[in-house]
């Protein structure tokens, strides 16, 4: 079955304790993004990339950091996590940058940021 | 102001209603326009995509792009409860990145 993996799909935890989360297609797609959705600002890309070690930011890129060491995995990291970025996360993949393709969406993950 | 605007709802219909969700955009580099349902604790998933202006439909469901006015719908014949969920517009330029921007989603409840 295609499909987007996202883990964990809750987390509580602190601020300053670094955490990983991490997105996995078994799609061959190219292309991969992050994003979060909080209530009234819908959702915003955080990174994207369109290929192996390809990245760039996306609108709200600050406190993240993300890594494509294989076409497959495309981790979000927060190195020293905050409040604000209490949200849901949702990873995303194309087969490439092609205008005619939707993203696939995996089904999110809840951090909670104490 | 957002470049896209979508009305949050709650809307709330009998079944079998029409139902018509809207966006509205500010920017007109936007030439890939799609709706995206959103259940419940799931990730969105593709619903209907159409580009540039014009009307597509897929069974109960039919996109309408407007440029002119920079506004689009999605309307839903023969409602159900199961098409209950978050409706999200998006819409993309014509410029590299695949990058969405997404409407803040409208939640629509159809009851029995």
């Known amino acids: 079955e295609a499909q987007v993996t996202q883990n964990p799909r809750y987390l509580i935890t602190v601020t300053g304790k670094k955490l990983t989360v991490t997105c996995s297609q078994n799609?061959?797609?190219?292309?991969m993004s992050w994003y979060r959705q909080d209530p009234g600002l819908g959702l915003r890309q955080i990174y994207y990339?369109?290929?192996?070690?390809?990245?760039d930011k996306g609108d709200v890129p600050e406190g993240y950091k993300v890594s494509r060491k294989e076409k497959r995995n495309f981790p979000l990291i927060l190195e020293s996590p905050s409040p604000n970025q209490t949200s849901l996360y949702f990873c995303?993949?194309?087969?490439?940058?092609?205008?005619?393709?939707?993203?696939?969406f995996g089904d999110g993950t809840r951090l909670s940021i104490l | 102001q957002k470049e896209v605007e979508q009305d949050p709802g709650p809307l709330s219909v009998p079944e079998g209603a029409i139902v018509s969700l809207n966006c509205t955009y500010s920017?007109?580099?936007?030439?890939?326009f799609m709706w995206y349902r959103q259940y419940s604790r799931k990730g969105p998933e593709l619903l209907m995509y159409?580009?540039?202006?014009g009307n597509k439909e897929d069974g109960r469901f039919t996109a309408q792009v407007d440029k002119s006015s920079k506004y689009i719908s999605l309307f839903i014949r023969d409602s159900q409860p199961s098409d209950s969920a978050t409706y999200l517009c998006?819409?993309?330029?014509?410029?590299?990145?695949?990058?969405?921007?997404f409407g803040t989603g409208t939640q629509l409840k159809v009851e029995l």
């Open positions: 990339s369109m290929n192996v070690e390809v990245t």
């Open positions: 159409t580009y540039s202006s």
């Open positions: 998006a819409m993309r330029g014509a410029g590299g990145g695949n990058k969405l921007t």
């Open positions: 995303a993949s194309s087969p490439r940058d092609s205008l005619a393709q939707p993203q696939h």
């Open positions: 920017n007109s580099a936007f030439q890939y």
């Open positions: 799609m061959n797609h190219e292309y």
